[in-house]
C-alpha cells in the first residue's frame, strides 16, 4: 500500500488522500460522472499525443512505476501539463481544482508543493537526462525533426538555487533576482524543440 500524499484541498488547506490505485480510479471516476467543464480541458488533446509518441512510457519508467501503481508517474504528468500551460506554477491558483486540470492527470486532486518537490528530488540529474534523451529519440523517430538547421533560443530565467549566479531585474522597477542562463535548441526547419540546457561555466 503506498503511502499517503499531501493534496491541496484549497487555497489554505492540505490534506492527506490514498494513493492506491483503487482510490485514484475510484475517485477519477467519480469526478468524470459529475462532469467537468471549464477552460482547461482542452489539455485532454494531449492524452492521445503522450500514447502515440510514447512519452507516457517514458514517464513511467522515470518515476519508477510499477504495474497498477503509477501515482508517482501520474504526478510526473502534473508538471509536464503545467508546463504546458506556459506557465511556471499553478501555486497561486489552487481553483484549478475545479476546472478539470487534476483529472487529465488521472489524479482527482492536486498536490501540494512538497509532493512534486520530493518527487524530483528523490530522482537523479542522470535519470532526467535519460528521459530528455529518450523523448528526443522518440520525437527524431516521429519526423518531428529533419537536423539540418538548429536555432539557438536563449531565455535567462528565474532561479533559487543556491550557486552564486548573476542577477537582473526582470523589469523596470522589480528587484533583481537570481537569473539563469538557459537555452532552448530549435530545429530551424519544424520550429520544434529539441531539448533545453544550461551552459555552465568550469575555472581551470
Known sequence: MPPPLPVQRAAKCQRLAKTDPASLEGQ???????KVSGNLLGLWLLVPEHLRLGSWDLLRAWAGAVAGDDWAARLALHLVHEAAL??????????????GFALVNGLPWLPTDGARHDLLAARTIEQAQQ??????QLRWAS???????????????????RRDLLQRRPAAGQAAVKQAQTIFPLDADTGQPWLWSTPAVVGT
Open 86 to 99: 506556459c506557465r511556471t506554477s499553478l501555486r497561486n491558483d489552487r481553483s484549478l481544482r475545479h476546472k
Open 143 to 161: 519526423g518531428h525533426f529533419r537536423g539540418r538547421h538548429w536555432a539557438l533560443d536563449p531565455h535567462r530565467l528565474r532561479s533559487y538555487s
Open 28 to 34: 477519477v471516476r467519480q469526478a468524470l460522472a459529475d
Open 131 to 136: 528521459l530528455q534523451v529518450g523523448l528526443g
